[in-house]
């Protein structure tokens, strides 16, 4: 049972590249989520989804982009990436809106 | 605006020195107070869920408690293994999103 599967784990961007984080979950969940963890500022939501082929903005929405086309996956994407995206990213899923969630592993970005 | 906030930053233990970390909260209509344990380089692991005031939950050594205000994660004799960064979150009744707190960074030394 892999749970929620990121990838990369570590990636190296310049200042205008883009890319794309993958986020794979096996475990039927409709929810999906997109975080992003800075030191001292905890876990701030990026993206998220209901279910497949919809997407919604979290708190901190500029600069990314998302789709959902399948339910078990849910990218993440930076068009233009900039340093202030250097961060740990991570992916989360549940089952309803009431449940914690599962998490992935992360994605650590640094943009130079 | 809902916020968390956690106290203290960081928190060194001896092997069974048992102590409580604090989540104090302001949130328009309490959904539920979750806690997380992050180890290093890992992702968030789901604890706790607690709904109401009064409610506690329990695993291994871990103990949280609900009031109105705050939900405390009490450790009860713990072991260099329960090293990590404990972190709180909440959920309103309205929004799709948790609010996490920063977390309380628990060393636990031998």
């Known amino acids: 049972n892999a749970g929620v599967t990121q990838t990369p784990k570590f990636r190296v961007l310049k200042t205008g590249q883009s890319m794309t984080l993958l986020c794979a979950q096996d475990m039927n969940h409709e929810y999906m989520y997109w975080y992003r963890q800075d030191p001292g500022m905890g876990l701030r939501l990026i993206h998220y989804?209901?279910?497949?082929?919809?997407?919604a903005k979290g708190e901190v929405p500029d600069g990314y982009n998302v789709s959902r086309l399948k339910k078990q996956n849910f990218l993440l994407g930076l068009e233009s990436a900039a340093p202030s995206q250097t961060s740990v990213y991570f992916c989360?899923?549940?089952?309803?809106?009431?449940?914690?969630?599962?998490f992935g592993s992360g994605t650590r970005l640094t943009v130079v | 605006e809902d916020q968390v906030t956690q106290s203290p930053e960081a928190l060194r233990l001896q092997e069974g020195e048992s102590s409580s970390l604090n989540c104090s909260y302001t949130v328009s209509g309490l959904r539920g107070l979750f806690w997380y344990r992050q180890d290093p380089g890992k992702g968030p692991e789901f604890l706790f869920t607690l709904y109401s005031a009064g409610e506690e939950k329990e695993k291994e050594r871990l103990k949280a408690t609900l009031t109105k205000k705050e939900s405390f994660l009490h450790i009860t004799a713990p072991k260099p293994e329960d090293s990590a960064t404990y972190l709180c979150a909440v959920r309103n009744n309205y929004g799709q999103n948790f609010v996490f707190g920063p977390g309380t960074r628990l060393s636990v030394l031998p």
């Open positions: 989804s209901v279910g497949e082929g919809t997407t």
């Open positions: 989360a899923s549940s089952y309803t809106t009431g449940d914690g969630y599962t």
